[in-house]
């Protein structure tokens, strides 16, 4: 079992900051991909950032939010500034694991709240 445990959301105003954390643990082999997934009420679930052999983002959030990773750690980082509004949403960390690319699957975690507003 993979678990993956997501922190540093919470409530700031529209121009802050914030840095959200993922940490992986469990059945740990491969981790191919790392990324951030977001769901504001009423909208589907949308890609913010990957990554693993390139690095991605929405359109929405290129220049505002930087995605990282410490692999020996396991942990995936989304350093979020100049919030906005239209960044209200749970956020989730999603890795793709496995003992082969073929083989991996994918991992959700819980989610966390962020919400920009003054």
């Known amino acids: 079992q993979v678990q993956l445990v997501e922190s540093g959301g919470g409530l700031v105003q529209p121009g802050g900051s914030l840095r959200l954390s993922c940490a992986a643990s469990g059945s740990i082999f491969n981790i191919y991909n790392m990324a951030w997934y977001r769901q504001a009420l009423g909208k589907q679930r949308e890609l913010v950032a990957s990554?693993?052999?390139?690095?991605d983002y929405a359109d929405s959030v290129k220049g505002r939010f930087s995605i990282s990773r410490d692999k020996a750690k396991n942990t995936v980082y989304l350093q979020m500034n100049s919030l906005e509004p239209e960044d209200t949403a749970v956020y989730y960390c999603n890795i793709r694991s496995g003992t082969s690319y073929h083989s991996s699957s994918y991992y959700w975690g819980q989610g966390t709240q962020v919400t920009v507003s003054s």
């Open positions: 990554i693993g052999g390139t690095t």
